[in-house]
């Protein structure tokens, strides 16, 4: 009977509110197409062809990005998906169980910032493409300088916040189906472009030997010099930054929120399916094609945005593709920011505060600064998060190790926590003013921050009662967790697992979903590897783009027909 009365009781609770059961979690494969399908978005064009501005190096470029997202996949696996799977809870309800309300709702507004103006940014890369198909000028300043390109941004905004508003689950789906062939197009471009440049530079369409590639993507794409003609960049700061721009979710643990479904601790390195391709192949992919669209069209790459580089890279296929990723990922950020707008004004419903934001995003998304500062905008935004991830860190792994009591400010009834939130701060004031002092790259400043942060909250801490015993509460926690494994248990038995098989015709549509990639690829590889001359390289690129628009439309009317066809079976 105090079973079935405590699974009553907890039938009542938001599941959001609860661990992830055992019945819910998902396999390595769910995890690799996640990490694929988000990391591989509009803004890799407007990335990679910002590192050829700075004047990275070839080798930088080459070394630096391949070391950086190694030590960010190693943060996930080793930070953010032991904690996850440990409480199997969301960033959002762990600091609620630690900090209480009062930290919890600056969080929401800070996620709330964040989110709106990172999903300004991709409408805006999504207008660029759409500004390409009706010649409308690129917006090179701050502001827009052209009344119908503010227009396309209104009109591209508000399908985004519609979508976001009432469709954000085929969105998600949509998006899954979007990663082979993000991969498809991103490898293409680069073949497609090569032999433009090879011509540039060498004076012959083809290369013979690796020392060929090097040798032009040292002289044309990373020279070592920036837009202004100084030496740019170096290695440790690309790796700075390769490593920094995920660290909202590593390091500031917001992916605890998807890490909570994996079955162990070790699913952490299934990040490298976005790490690897998203920030490794597409970054150094869009550096190649945003130099080869520049001797193209005879600009600087600088006055190039991601329409003028995915159309001369991909042709018809190339606005598809900045359309698309921009318009997949903000929309998941702008539902990000709706939810964490929701938890502050509870009395709205989430559509309710998810308009709202998309209209400020929508306004924001006018202004085309957002997407051209992409790289400080995504490493500021990190060092905001890292202190609140050092915080929990510290609270989760370091007190029990140093005799101090998990969840101390729960078990005083805590409401307002003043060593989460004064630590918090005091971190910010910390990597800010290092900053200011120019003291090191601020690549690197979510290192320091985050270190200091952890030692201000244990002193903090401490001296508000996390060093005290809490025996009665720390039991009555104990009891509950073991209501909730019953209760899990209980909606296990109720639940029933369908494994479909698919029809003969939904197999055949999907071979011919996969074929249409191979087609695209093998018409890149043409391009690259048998334009013996200019005319030859001309022709064969135009067979590219022709065909290859045909094989994306054939690509993204089949897979999702396979899907659709699915979820009937599931069903």
Request: some cysteine; proline content about 3%.
């Amino acid at each position: 009977m105090k079973s079935k009365t405590s699974s009553v009781i907890l039938d009542n609770v938001s599941e959001e509110q609860l661990p992830i059961p055992k019945h819910k979690r998902k396999g390595w494969s769910h995890f690799l197409g996640i990490y694929a399908g988000e990391h591989v978005a509009a803004t890799e064009f407007v990335i990679g062809a910002t590192f050829v501005a700075l004047g990275a190096t070839m080798t930088d470029i080459l070394l630096g990005l391949l070391i950086g997202n190694v030590l960010a996949i190693l943060s996930w696996t080793f930070l953010t998906t032991p904690i996850a799977v440990e409480t199997r809870l969301s960033l959002y309800t762990y600091l609620q169980k630690i900090a209480g309300d009062s930290m919890t709702t600056l969080y929401n507004w800070v996620n709330v910032i964040i989110f709106t103006v990172i999903s300004a940014a991709m409408v805006t890369v999504s207008a660029t493409a759409v500004r390409f198909a009706f010649g409308i000028p690129a917006q090179l300043s701050w502001y827009p300088t052209n009344a119908w390109f503010v227009l396309v941004v209104l009109a591209v905004g508000m399908i985004v916040v519609l979508v976001a508003m009432y469709g954000f689950n085929a969105v998600s789906n949509f998006s899954r189906i979007c990663a082979p062939w993000l991969f498809v197009m991103f490898v293409s471009g680069p073949l497609v472009l090569m032999p433009a440049l090879a011509e540039h530079v060498i004076g012959q369409t083809t290369l013979t030997s690796w020392a060929d590639f090097m040798h032009i993507g040292s002289i044309s794409v990373w020279t070592g010099v920036d837009a202004q003609g100084e030496p740019g960049i170096g290695l440790l700061e690309v790796i700075g930054f390769a490593w920094a721009a995920n660290t909202i979710t590593h390091f500031g643990l917001i992916d605890m929120a998807l890490l909570r479904y994996a079955k162990s601790r070790t699913y952490g390195l299934c990040t490298s399916s976005g790490m690897m391709f998203g920030h490794y192949i597409a970054w150094i992919s869009a550096g190649i094609m945003g130099a080869g669209t520049a001797v193209i069209v005879k600009k600087s790459i600088i006055e190039l945005d991601p329409g003028d580089v995915a159309f001369q890279a991909l042709g018809l296929s190339g606005l598809v593709i900045v359309i698309v990723a921009g318009w997949t990922t903000a929309n998941a950020n702008l539902y990000r920011a709706g939810l964490a707008a929701q938890a502050i004004f509870k009395n709205h419903s989430r559509n309710k505060t998810t308009l709202i934001v998309g209209v400020v995003a929508v306004c924001i998304a006018c202004f085309p600064f957002v997407f051209n500062k992409m790289l400080p905008l995504l490493t500021y935004a990190g060092l905001l998060v890292v202190p609140v991830g050092a915080i929990v860190f510290t609270e989760h792994f370091i007190f029990p190790k140093i005799g101090f009591t998990r969840y101390w400010a729960m078990f005083q009834n805590l409401t307002h926590s003043t060593p989460a939130v004064a630590s918090w701060g005091l971190g910010l004031a910390f990597g800010f003013t290092l900053n200011a002092l120019d003291v090191m790259s601020f690549y690197y400043l979510f290192l320091p921050t985050w270190f200091f942060t952890c030692v201000v909250y244990i002193l903090l801490a401490k001296r508000y009662g996390a060093a005290e015993a809490y025996p009665e509460e720390q039991a009555k926690l104990d009891a509950y967790d073991r209501q909730v494994e019953e209760h899990h248990e209980q909606q296990a038995q109720l639940e029933t697992v369908s494994t479909p098989e698919p029809t003969l015709v939904t197999k055949i549509i999907h071979w011919v979903s996969l074929l249409s990639l191979g087609i695209s690829l093998a018409l890149a590889c043409n391009t690259m590897f048998l334009s013996a001359d200019v005319a030859a390289y001309e022709s064969n690129r135009d067979l590219f783009f022709d065909v290859g628009f045909i094989c994306t439309i054939i690509y993204f009317a089949s897979a999702y027909w396979v899907m659709q066809q699915n979820k009937k079976v599931v069903a």
